[in-house]
Each structure stands twice: as C-alpha cells, then as structure tokens.
Nanobody
C-alpha cells in the first residue's frame, strides 16, 4: 500500500515535493506511477518510474517541470514539481504498476488515498 504526502497550497511558479511511501511492497519489484485527477476531468498518468529505477515516463503536460525519483532505503518515491501552474491543481495519487505499465496500458493497483495540490495566488 501507499501513503502520499506533501500536498498543499502553492503559488503559480512555485515548487512542491510529493512523497509516496510504500509498505508491504518492494520498490525493486514494481513500477510506481504518479497520477492526478482534477474535478470533472479524467485521471491522468503524470509520471512513472520502473522497478529497475532506470526508466521514467512523463506526460507531455509536465515534461521538463516534474521529476520522479526513488529512495530504496526509505521505500519512497518522490515527485518534485517545479514551475507549477493553476492547471496542475488536482488530487495526486500513486500506485503500483506491473509489466510495461509505465509506458503502455494501465495495469496499476494498490492506490494510495491521494494528496491535494492547489496552485493558486
């Protein structure tokens, strides 16, 4: 299971780091994806890191602004978000991915409860 943290209110252009702490799961055996969902919109896969930790995925909407990373000692995946925009406002969740889920399909489970990020002045 995952527990997300780090959300909150941030001004446009600001930064925020989200954490996704895993329990009962070894990050070396799964991919971990970050997703977001804004009110009235479909869930969007924002970023993903593979089980080997050597490949990452970013949605075009966040490429160059967000960075995903992993700390195996803490069993935690992070999402560093820079140059935040109002359209980044959403509930951000993480989940475990299998196979090629980072890049194809949507084979994810063990969803966390999510953390709200609001970008507003």
């Amino acid at each position: 299971q995952f527990v997300e943290s780090g959300g909150g209110l941030v001004q446009p252009g600001g930064s925020r780091r989200l954490s996704c702490a895993a329990s009962g799961l070894s990050l070396s055996l799964i991919s971990v994806g970050w997703f977001r969902q804004a009110p009235g919109k479909e869930r969007e896969k924002v970023s993903c890191i593979t089980s080997a930790g050597d490949s990452t995925y970013y949605a075009d909407s966040v490429k160059g602004r967000f960075t995903i990373s992993r700390d195996d000692a803490k069993n935690t995946v992070y999402l560093q978000m820079n140059s935040l925009k109002p359209e980044d406002t959403a509930v951000y969740s993480c989940a475990a991915g299998y196979g090629s889920a980072c890049f194809f399909g949507d084979d994810f489970d063990s969803w966390g409860q999510g953390t709200q990020v609001t970008v507003s002045s």
